[in-house]
């Protein structure tokens, strides 16, 4: 009779594979979970080559075949490096450099023949980890490379663990223990050592940029933006928040208009080129509103302000200045999180304010034979104005009117536009976002004859309930527009809020589409879906201002707190090199104190060693108790009989399937042995 076998589950096929099988395919899991964050900054051919060879690898494991040889590896990594060439036209910098680790990491484990190789390939796995933080620092990030760690740390104890079949939760349990031992070491360094900028910093790559508010605007790029729900800025006002309408913070300032796009006055502002801008003529008035910002990297010199900052942000390290149109800005760009405090006053006046007063032509200028129509609709609306081209404001006034009833809409699908954006806008479709209003606006005020130019910021944000700040994300991303008029200066016109009114007023957005998790969790509970966001928003903010925001200014109010009344970082690195020191002796005295007090029979063996060292007896210090025996009686004869039988049993009460004595009655014995006398 044939009976059939039940299929072996996979679970009992790995647990039947050779050993160096079964570690090579969790080394392999692991390699896959340190490179998997970063699949999205990497080269498509990168992502999945390095796919296909650790895959390659994990059928070689499963199959015990030979490893490729090394012409085949060569080939791969010529081919490779003229890839990474090829995709970022160097290799030099961070995405390159981290293209390349990637690759060398998963060839290596082609190699992993011996234990050396291995070794390799975990410090590549360990520095592949580190390379994650070049992208994000985010919470998740962290969490994930924790994850990571603990798994490459228990690979490499299993490597160490003896020849068998060591359970795998054995070495996972001393890779924690060893984690956890680390931690307080982890947790010092990270407190105070010093933090000297800029060689404490994520490197990088001045070859891409991030998203964000851009230099330029053509229309279309802010569109992109507003479909990002990143958060740009956190604030945390000290204060009474300001209303809603006040919520503008400022960015680039774009002045000169080429027919489609639009730019800063100045190519690159610099402390030196800032000097030579008219001054603002800014008078401040009303209540001061003083926050602080915490802005996430965006790879830009710029410091979002809340219009109008009357002085300088404020910040340990941060060299900013301004130029003369209200943006502030800073001499490095802002590659990691940066947090600054500062005044405004959402009343203010700015700019040059008497009728003799000389506007910059470039404020007037548009391309010759560009956006005819619209410049004709400005020649209309002057010609009905009833004091015509001399009252500006009521020219301003007409073009939001015509705004408000021309039929117009706002919208982040206008479709694309051709080269007289302007004349589209206001004759052909009707309808855009922020930047083709903003932008149509201003070449009309232009055509008019009224000084006029863009401001790129973010207009609103949203209150976090869980920890008190004020979240402003990319999708608040926001252009409007300012003109000057005499007597008044410069004078912020949001054309937006004509067309759409909620999207200044009540902070209305149009928001991207969900994921699949969160439109099915909005469609059970949409308030449960804002808590779920708010609090983990609060988690990461939590981290950005107690981990990532720890900078040197920190360490020292440490040091202050300590009782150091200036601080400085030699200051700290004498601390550190203090508390290192004082740790490093303790460890060394409790290992002493641990090593004696783990085996008092070791202990014991080793006092009655050293007394018959000073007795002159000949004893070794591997000596066993028969040894020793065997010497006291070849050194004293029948007078060391008795310390010669005590050693015997010493030895019985260590190695006899039933000891004749326990080692309590032994250690008290051994202070009533009758020691034979040394010879003189």
Not at 380 to 387: E, G, H, K, S, T
Not at 469 to 497: F, K
Request: hydrophobic residues 50%; glycine residues 8%; positive net charge.
């Amino acid at each position: 009779m044939l009976t059939r076998t039940a299929p072996a589950s996979p679970l009992d096929r790995l647990k039947a594979l050779p050993r160096d099988a079964r570690d090579t395919l969790f080394l392999l899991v692991v390699i896959g979970w340190v490179v998997l964050p970063q699949v999205g900054q990497l080269p498509w051919w990168c992502t999945l080559l390095a796919a296909a060879l650790l895959v390659w690898r994990g059928v070689l494991a499963l199959k015990a075949a030979p490893l490729p040889g090394g012409r085949w590896v060569l080939g791969l990594l010529v081919l490779t490096v003229a890839a990474t060439y090829a995709s970022h036209r160097t290799l030099l910098g961070r995405d390159a450099g981290v293209t390349l680790i990637v690759v060398l990491l998963a060839l290596k484990t082609l190699e992993m023949r011996a234990r050396r190789d291995a070794f390799v390939v975990f410090f590549l796995g360990f520095f592949t980890m580190l390379t994650n933080f070049f992208f994000s620092q985010s919470l998740a990030t962290a969490a994930a490379m924790l994850v990571g760690l603990l798994g490459l740390l228990t690979a490499l104890v299993n490597a160490h663990m003896p020849v068998g079949r060591p359970p795998l939760a054995q070495a996972a349990r001393t890779a924690g223990w060893m984690a956890l031992l680390g931690a307080p070491v982890m947790a010092v360094l990270f407190m105070l050592f010093p933090r000297i900028a800029p060689l404490w910093g994520i490197p990088a790559d001045g070859l891409t940029g991030r998203s964000g508010l851009s230099s330029t605007m053509r229309v279309g790029n802010v569109a992109q933006l507003a479909l990002e729900e990143g958060i740009a800025l956190r604030i945390r006002f000290e204060g009474a928040v300001p209303l809603p309408t006040d919520l503008y913070f400022r960015g680039p300032v774009l002045s000169q208009f080429d027919g489609r796009e639009w730019r800063p006055l100045l190519p690159r502002m610099t402390p030196g080129t800032a000097s030579l801008m008219p001054p603002d003529g800014l008078e401040v008035g009303g209540e001061a509103v003083r926050y602080t910002v915490t802005m996430e990297p965006n790879n830009r010199p710029w410091l979002i302000v809340l219009d109008a900052a009357s002085s300088p942000p404020s910040a340990p390290g941060l060299d900013a200045f301004t130029g003369g149109e209200l943006q502030w800005m800073t001499t490095r760009p802002a590659i990691d999180l940066l947090r600054y405090t500062v005044t405004s006053h959402v009343q203010y006046r700015a700019g040059a304010r008497g009728r003799s007063a000389v506007v910059a032509p470039q404020y007037r200028e548009l391309p010759p034979g560009t956006n005819p129509r619209t410049l004709q609709l400005a020649t209309d609306l002057v010609r009905r104005a009833p004091a015509g081209a001399a009252d500006k404001p009521a020219l301003v006034r007409a073009a939001l009117d015509l705004l408000r009833t021309g039929g117009y809409t706002y919208t982040l699908d206008p479709g694309l536009y051709g080269d007289d954006t302007a004349d589209e806008f206001w004759f052909d479709r009707k309808q855009g976002f922020c930047e083709h209003i903003a932008s149509a606006f201003v070449v009309l005020m232009r055509g008019m004859d009224i000084p006029a130019r863009i401001v790129t910021g973010y207009q609103g944000g949203e209150l976090n309930g869980v920890d008190g700040y004020w979240v402003v994300r990319n999708s608040d991303a926001h252009a409007w527009a300012e003109v000057w008029l005499a007597g008044r200066g410069w004078v912020r016109v949001d054309p937006t809020a004509s067309v759409a009114p909620g999207r200044v007023g009540s902070l209305a957005r149009l928001r991207p589409a969900q994921n699949a998790f969160a439109s099915a969790l909005g469609n059970v509970s949409p308030g449960l879906l804002a808590s779920v966001r708010q609090a983990w928003e609060a988690v990461n903010n939590g981290w950005n201002q107690w981990v990532l925001n720890y900078t040197q200014s920190k360490q020292l109010d440490l040091l202050k707190n300590l009782g150091f009344k200036s601080p400085s970082w030699q200051d700290l690195s004498l601390v550190l090199i203090g508390i290192t020191v004082a740790v490093t002796l303790a460890a060394i005295a409790w290992a002493k104190w641990e090593r004696s007090r783990q085996d008092p029979w070791l202990r014991l063996l080793a006092r009655v060693r050293q007394r018959l060292q000073q007795a002159g007896v000949a004893v070794g210090p591997t000596s066993g108790p028969r040894q020793m025996a065997a010497a006291v009686t070849a050194r004293f004869g029948a007078e060391g009989q008795a310390l010669a039988d005590w050693l015997l049993r010493l030895e019985a009460q260590r190695y006899a399937r039933h000891a004749p004595a326990a080692l309590p009655a032994l250690q008290r014995e051994f202070h009533r042995l009758p020691w034979p006398t040394p010879a003189a």
